[in-house]
């Protein structure tokens, strides 16, 4: 099983970008997908979540309203996008699948995970 992350990149606050994260080596249907982060010295966090086949989605408070979560279930892939960028969204993203379906913010969740894909937000 693998999980490929891509779309990251250097962007000014307030610009966008759109992180992929396609997935091999087996099916996703029923599978609840998600993005987290990890910041400089900082502990990774949750930041969004999606059910399969993409009808619930679960956001952190501080990207509600600017990222969307979606999901291409004929590709296997999920996407980011984040609009409305900052400086504090700098981070590393990461990619993750739950086996059950339910979006759940807890990382202890997820048993699949991605190499991430940096994001740099300059001011």
């Known amino acids: 099983v693998q999980l490929q992350a891509s779309g990251g990149g250097l962007v000014q606050a307030g610009g966008s970008l759109r992180l992929s994260c396609a997935a091999s080596?087996?099916?996703?249907?029923?599978?609840?997908l998600g993005w987290f982060r990890q910041a400089p010295g900082k502990e990774r966090e949750f930041v969004a979540a999606?059910?399969?086949?993409?009808?619930?989605?679960n956001y952190a408070g501080s990207v509600k309203g600017r990222f969307t979560i979606s999901r291409d279930n004929v590709k296997n892939t999920v996407y980011l996008q984040m609009n409305n960028l900052k400086p504090e969204d700098t981070a590393i993203y990461y990619c993750?699948?739950?086996?059950?379906?339910?979006?759940?913010?807890?990382?202890?969740?997820?048993?699949?995970w991605g190499q991430g894909t940096l994001v740099t937000v300059s001011s």
């Open positions: 080596g087996r099916s996703f249907n029923n599978n609840a």
């Open positions: 993750a699948s739950r086996l059950q379906n339910w979006p759940l913010k807890s990382q202890d969740e997820y048993v699949y």
């Open positions: 999606i059910s399969w086949p993409g009808t619930t989605t």
